[in-house]
């Protein structure tokens, strides 16, 4: 079957409850401006995949020069996506599947990616690997959580699921023409920037915590992917979802929408039955949630689905980088998870110079700034907990630090 033309349209005015969540077309007032040939996609490293609905594939279209991997700009590339982005190519699902054919596997270069428990260091992981040379960092393309989230309402049929998976990272891999180095010339008495053509060796994805239901079915079609993991102690890290969700930059999110939001999204394994079953009573029997311990309940259920994953399917992953191990010593635990990826250990000091800065460029606020209201107390560490034994995990947020290392090595 040839493809023809596809749909790109002109946005006109972008409207959503916070610039962070996930956008599709109802975010956006746009106008049809022309029909393009679906090739222009891989062409040209200004449009990059950035949704799914059950029916068809986004590709936002941003400024010339503009790189969404840019993290000095923007630590997360849907937050990119969205602010940048000028106008959308819309491509029919079927027309995505022969794209995909088309640009094939990502052979010219190694593949790198690792799941999360969110909140644990992943995006300081992203910051270090952008600094190697000839490498595109990607922190967080959301892509394949739309996937998820319309696979779990029974949107998207479990046969075409797998190929769903692989055409998205096949797509998403795309072969760029520039690797974004930005170089700076003086030119008529103002800085100038350009981009450097580099080749490409290497891309790192960082995939979303919405994305760990997925990354055995992401390993199976992908099989050249190298995969870790990272992940944080459960009681640091429910303090920072509370500080992240509930930031000023979240906008508008109201807890009751924030609740069926995580529900259709919590990344419980498909394999577990049980777990599955528990994902299903929660999306049936929803009821308006406006308190911060029902909230506090939510975040207990995602983080729990993200470790009950990794420790029931270690044997997909190279390591397990614990921010705690991370923090206290950055130089031995690059190191270990270098030699495990198969890259010199002469970069890792190159590596290191991301802790020089705030790796989200403090986009959630200062925690030192807080004024208290983005704190969690025992009713809610207590709602968390009771997340944790709903799905017979073995954690908990006053475990010993020592207890949940060994649970995650």
Request: aromatic share 12%; proline share 5%; net charge neutral.
């Amino acid at each position: 079957m040839v493809i023809d033309f596809v749909c790109q349209v002109n946005i006109l005015y972008k409207g959503a409850y916070n610039a962070i969540w996930e956008h599709g077309p109802h975010n956006f007032l746009y106008v049809h401006e022309d029909y393009v040939n679906p090739n222009y996609v891989l062409q040209h490293d200004e449009v990059s995949i950035q949704a799914i609905t059950p029916t068809h594939v986004l590709f936002a279209v941003v400024g010339r020069g503009v790189d969404v991997y840019d993290m000095d700009k923007y630590p997360f590339v849907m937050l990119a996506q969205y602010l940048e982005m000028k106008k959308l190519i819309m491509v029919p699902m079927w027309a995505m599947y022969k794209l995909s054919e088309e640009t094939g596997d990502p052979v010219d270069r190694e593949i790198i990616g690792y799941g999360m428990t969110a909140r644990s260091g992943s995006t300081l992981l992203t910051q270090m690997f952008r600094k190697l040379p000839k490498t595109v960092a990607m922190s967080e393309p959301w892509a394949l959580f739309h996937a998820h989230k319309f696979y779990s309402r029974g949107q998207i049929p479990e046969e075409n699921y797998h190929n769903l998976i692989l055409a998205i990272l096949r797509l998403q891999f795309k072969k760029l023409h520039h690797v974004s180095r930005k170089h700076y010339f003086f030119a008529s008495f103002a800085f100038q920037s350009f981009l450097l053509q580099i080749p490409c060796e290497r891309t790192v994805i960082k995939l979303t915590l919405f994305t760990s239901a997925q990354q055995e079915i992401i390993k199976k079609v992908f099989p050249c992917m190298k995969l870790f993991y990272n992940a944080r102690h459960p009681k640091k890290s429910m303090i920072s979802y509370c500080h992240a969700i509930l930031a000023p930059v979240q906008g508008n999110m109201l807890m009751h929408q924030f609740h069926e939001y995580w529900t259709d999204s919590l990344p419980i394994d498909y394999k577990n039955e049980k777990l599955m079953a528990l994902k299903r009573r929660l999306m049936k029997n929803r009821e308006p949630r406006v308190e911060t311990a029902a909230f506090a309940r939510d975040c207990g259920y995602m983080y729990g689905a993200t470790v009950d994953y990794y420790v029931n399917n270690k044997g997909l992953y190279l390591r397990c980088v614990l921010y705690e191990n991370l923090m206290e010593d950055p130089e031995a635990e690059t190191s270990k998870l270098f030699e495990l990826l198969g890259l010199s250990q002469d970069l890792v000091p190159l590596a290191l110079t991301a802790l020089q800065k705030h790796s989200q460029g403090h986009i959630f606020g200062d925690p030192k700034e807080d004024d208290g209201r983005r704190k969690f107390g025992p009713k809610e560490f207590d709602e968390i907990n009771a997340a944790f034994k709903d799905m017979d995990l073995p954690i908990h947020t006053e475990m010993p630090l020592e207890e949940f290392k060994a649970l995650m090595s």
